[in-house]
């Protein structure tokens, strides 16, 4: 049973889905168990264990009845971050900019953070702030 996992709504689903199936088995070992680029659903798991679904914003929208509503308005402050940890994380990172990535901040050893954690920061092309970290 999955106690908790994120659900990306996303408008820019084709494009999203290509990026995080280039780059979550590289990241995580997750492993594609349903969907394809046509959407409107694909999810990733790692060992029987849900790590991320996407969700075509349009068709959430109809299921709760918010079609009508506009969508948040750009440029603001991230509400959300997916979190990686991984082994190398500028070879993580030049692997997600090879697959559609888009650079944030480069990778930079982070002390106040954590005894030896070193992150970046990049968006999927949907725009999510993604962290790649390792310590």
Not at 102 to 118: F, I, Q, Y
């Amino acid at each position: 049973m999955d106690a908790l996992y994120p659900r990306l709504l996303v408008t820019r689903f084709a494009e999203c889905f290509r990026f995080y199936d280039a780059v979550l088995p590289v990241l995580c070992g997750a492993v594609r168990q349903k969907g394809d680029a046509a959407g409107p659903y694909a999810n990733w798991d790692v060992d029987d264990q849900a790590v991320l679904v996407l969700f075509d914003r349009a068709a959430m929208a109809q299921v709760v009845g918010t079609a009508a509503l506009p969508t948040a308005a750009a440029p603001a402050q991230d509400a959300v971050m997916l979190v990686h940890r991984v082994v190398d994380v500028d070879a993580a990172l030049a692997h997600c900019l090879a697959h559609g990535g888009t650079p944030v901040l480069e990778a930079t050893d982070r002390p106040e953070w954590g005894p030896g954690l070193r992150a970046a920061h990049l968006r999927d092309p949907e725009g999510t702030l993604i962290e790649l970290q390792s310590y």
